[in-house]
Nanobody
């Protein structure tokens, strides 16, 4: 059973940056990041293939967020820049057995516990 542990959330002013990390306890393949704001559905932020050669982002974060991974550490990252109040949410990392990350919650097999990101205006 793969376990995912996230870290790096916090409170930041608009325009600021945070780097979220997610470490897996077992073998993983493609990885994704999602977020969920209060009263809203969980939404896709972006994903990365196992090799790191393929990344994909939601339009709402494209150009501001970057996903990377370090397979030697079994860890991947979400660098968030130019944060906006509407980015406030609980951020989740997720792992899938697929080679390429998808945008649907149902495509992922394992989930982290979530980390809160709050952006103040």
């Amino acid at each position: 059973q793969v376990q995912l542990v996230e870290s790096g959330g916090g409170l930041v002013q608009a325009g600021g940056s945070l780097r979220l990390s997610c470490t897996a306890s077992g073998r993983t393949y493609a990885m994704g990041w999602f977020r969920q704001a209060p009263g809203k559905e969980r939404e896709y932020v972006g994903g990365i293939s196992w090799s790191g050669g393929f990344t994909h982002y939601a339009d709402s974060v494209k150009g501001r967020f970057t996903i990377s991974r370090d397979n030697a550490k079994n860890t991947w990252y979400l660098q968030t820049n130019s944060l906006k109040p509407e980015d406030t949410a609980v951020y989740y990392c997720a792992a899938t057995r697929r080679a390429i990350p998808g945008a649907r919650v149902t495509e992922y097999d394992h989930w982290g516990q979530g980390t809160q990101v709050t952006v103040s205006s």
